[in-house]
């Protein structure tokens, strides 16, 4: 993921949120490519189960994928 971001950044894109893990169990960045569309890329790092993603994220959390 991070030699990923960085290779987008050496094409040219503008990187507006670095590689960060979510709560939620993936591993997340967005860029803006050269012509202004903005892209998400992801990472999933692990299962999370509902109860722990709602407890971290203080929400509760309606239609989980498993």
Same mark, same amino acid.
């Given at each position: 993921m /991070? $030699?990923?971001c960085e290779q987008a950044r050496a094409a040219g $894109? /503008? *990187? *507006?949120q670095e590689p960060t893990d979510q709560f939620y169990g993936?591993?997340?960045?967005? $860029? #803006? /490519?050269p012509e202004g569309h903005v892209w998400t890329f992801t990472l999933t790092l692990r299962s999370v189960p509902r109860e722990?993603?709602? #407890?971290?994220?203080?929400v509760q959390i309606?239609?989980?994928?498993r």
């Amino acid at each position: 993921m /991070d $030699a990923h971001c960085e290779q987008a950044r050496a094409a040219g $894109a /503008d *990187i *507006i949120q670095e590689p960060t893990d979510q709560f939620y169990g993936e591993r997340q960045y967005r $860029a #803006r /490519d050269p012509e202004g569309h903005v892209w998400t890329f992801t990472l999933t790092l692990r299962s999370v189960p509902r109860e722990e993603a709602e #407890r971290l994220g203080g929400v509760q959390i309606d239609g989980w994928h498993r």
